[in-house]
């Protein structure tokens, strides 16, 4: 049960109810009526706008409005009191008998609570990492792989039909450099010294072994061919090692992708043609001089006449060129194929998770969704900020493999997965982040990874104390959710309840908003609020969750505490990070 959508259907039955009593004119609009938790816990449990959205079109004062609605729930057997505040704002209290039936609602539904139709499977195209394929993943793609996945986990548990897609950068000039620098390292394997890696070239250590495996397939004959002739062959060759080298890097931070699309296999099939032709005979392709921006020039302005795409009608700030001077499309005129692909397949909600260096480009390929779909399709690009890397407050620079960047099995390898993936949720996407590597390993409250996992650690530590007083069978969630819940009376058990019962909120407010990092903030409020509670019973022996002397009471408690343990493994499962059980 969502809480808040529950007491906004019965707000809104009554304000119904008082436009058939003739109170509210027939048919006033109730779409902008919310219910919500007060700004200030101490106001109640749930806090309605209702009379301040509708008083106008009412015609009535919004508190002579916010009394009447009062009234009216003043009859509903949950709510324990209202009252009129401020302007108009109408708070209510719910009796504890509703907030300690949520407990019961965890613990039946289990793994599934929180769980929304709010997405009514739509379809969603969650596309994220997309790095070119030129070598391993690097802390910067980490986040994007991580803010990404948890997205797509998120949507689907909000209950979007939801796609997770890898767009393979292989057509543009990168991949000859690539194929370039392998043909280097092949020619390294076959014996010969070749000295300093030449500028424009990649130099890192990952190519060896690419190299080595393009000598044991083809021996040297390729070594006197010319360019032209194994330029193609090497390509596609690298190419595929490199993709098999993402594809690992990226299983080891349990990050696997459902679809891999090729912007070369695009391009090739005449894809960019199709959409660029849609485009034209829409009127939306022209042939024009750009002015020149004001300061430094981007990539694509040329001082000539160019192929044209009306951005410009579509929310961009210029018109964009599709076509180069030499006859080739643009990098831009490829995105918008791809895009194009992508609503051909079915999607109407298409999601990008991009670097912040990309940040230039999310106006001219939102207005080319809009062109070609007519609005049906929607764009949400989420760009993700730098990720510093520190240790004890020093910034760390170097890789001993790639030679100038930390690559993403390295992290992993120092830290773990799971705390790579719950990091990188601590911060709002477009914020910058900083990924101390001491930090992020302490054994504090000021660590989330550690102060979270510690709480559903700490649930399970004293389940199994539980099993050997009472039992395994009296301990399971089947067999608590028929616990006497009465039994949790004390104002900060309560307060948990309230907490693990907002989950559900939580869950669609963060999926409407693409927000994956929401969820780690509500995992540390439920965990402070689950500290509290065990240090509160240290200090006061009535409040701890084992009393023999008291197995009513006790059972009412394991049942709490397993719900929260249920709730923190539904948020930690969301985010890609694996509860743990003891530490």
Known sequence: ?????????????????????????????????????????????????????????????????????????????????TEVAGPGFLNLRLHSAFWQSRVGDILQAKENYGNSNLGQNIKVNVEYVSANPTGPMHIGHARGAVVGDALARLLSKAGHDVAKEYYVNDAGAQVDVLARSVFLRYREALGEDIGEIPAGLYPGDYLVPVGKALADTHGPALKDQDEADWLPMVRDFAIDAMMDLIRSDLEQLGVAHDLFSSERALVRDGAVDRALETLDQAGLIYTGVLEPPKGK??????????????????????????????????????????????VNRGFTQLIDVWGADHGGYVKRVAASVKAMTGGKAVLDVKLCQLVRLMRDGEQVRMSKRSGDFITLRELVDEVGRDVVRFIMLTRKNDAPLDFDLAKVLEESRDNPVFYVQYAHARAHSVLRHAKDAFGADAVTADALAGADLSQLTDEDELGLVRTLANWPRIVEQAAIAHEPHRI????????????????????????????????VQTMARLALITAMATVVASGLNVMGVQPKESM
């Open 297 to 342: 020039l981007p990539d694509d302005w040329e001082e000539r006449p160019q192929t044209l795409f009306k951005a410009t009608e579509f929310g961009d700030d210029v018109d964009r060129p599709v076509k180069k001077s030499d006859g080739s499309w643009t990098y831009f005129a490829s995105d918008v194929a791809y895009h194009q692909d992508k």
């Open 520 to 551: 780690a903030f509500y995992l540390a409020e439920v965990a402070a609020a689950f500290h509290a509670l065990w240090n509160k019973g240290r200090e006061d022996a009535t409040l701890r969750f084992i009393r023999e002397d008291a197995p």
């Open 1 to 81: 049960m969502n809480v808040f959508n529950h007491f906004l259907d019965i707000v809104q039955t009554e304000l119904q109810q008082l436009m058939a009593d003739g109170f509210l004119p027939q048919g006033l609009a109730l779409d902008r009526v919310t219910v919500e938790p007060p700004r200030d816990p101490s106001h109640g449990d749930l806090s309605t706008n209702a009379a301040m959205v509708l008083a106008k079109a009412a015609g009535q004062k919004p508190r002579d409005l916010a009394e009447k609605l009062a009234t009216a729930l003043a009859g509903n057997a949950d709510i324990a009191s």
